[in-house]
């Protein structure tokens, strides 16, 4: 599908299309941002920065790949968001490098949705005892500015719909309760394969790869 196209589609709920990148040759990606694509999104720290370096133009370059804290302070100068942080230390150590590069780096926190064992992600429950305990929402150098959520690989559109619709509760829950500032807004849920889905239960951003490179 084209970028014109989805940007029909997702304009009316005025979400973000985040273009994932991931296994696209620099000219499928170059042709994407020459249709006016600004926001990109890599989930291996070394291809974003790679790929950033090479395509050397002003965008916006997400991560939304497991981070490992090794990777944290090779990446952090890179990144405009980080979508996948899963856990207190990794907010820890995330905060004490972008303090010692004086960036206050914008974060999501990946809630787990899934209860598939293997599923990445933040227990809700556990992330909100960690919030309330170790005061994370005073680490003065991350902006946690929403939450993001993969759906499970099924073709079975209400258990989709279903956790897209928990994730939504749960963002407006942590507005409620711990983050009232406007801006705490975003909900990042949404793929090529159930983009439509998330934009109907309230996504601030889809993350579309495969779908755009079709
Ligand atoms: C690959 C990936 C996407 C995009 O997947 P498509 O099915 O290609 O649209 C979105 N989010 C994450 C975390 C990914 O790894």
Redesign the pocket.
Same mark, same amino acid.
Do not use: A, D
């Given at each position: 599908m084209k970028l014109k196209e989805l940007l029909k589609i997702t304009d009316p709920y005025q979400a973000k299309v985040i273009a994932?990148t991931?296994n696209q040759p620099i000219e499928n990606i170059q042709e994407l941002i020459n249709d006016g694509q600004k926001i990109l999104a890599e989930?291996r720290p070394q291809e974003l920065i790679r790929k950033s370096q090479i395509i050397n133009q002003t965008l916006e370059w997400h991560l939304?790949?497991h981070l490992q804290t090794n990777k944290i302070k090779l990446i952090l100068p890179y990144t405009e968001l980080i979508h996948?942080v899963d856990s207190s230390s990794l907010m820890i150590k995330i905060n004490s490098e972008a303090e010692r590069i004086n960036k206050i780096q914008k974060i999501l926190i990946q809630i787990k949705l899934s209860e598939e064992e293997k599923k990445q992600g933040y227990p809700f429950e556990l992330f909100e005892a960690q919030l309330s305990e170790l005061q994370l929402q005073k680490l003065r150098n991350i902006n946690i500015i929403g939450v993001m959520g993969?759906g499970s690989l099924t073709d079975v559109i209400a258990t989709t719909r279903k956790e897209f619709r928990e994730l939504y509760n749960r963002f407006y829950y942590l507005k409620k309760n711990y983050f009232q500032n406007n801006e705490f807004k975003e909900i990042s849920m949404g793929? !090529?394969?159930d983009y439509q889905i998330a934009l109907e239960e309230g996504a601030t951003m889809i993350?579309?790869? !495969?779908?755009l490179f079709e």
């Open positions: 994932v991931k989930n939304i790949g996948s993969m793929m !090529s394969s993350r579309i790869g !495969s779908l």
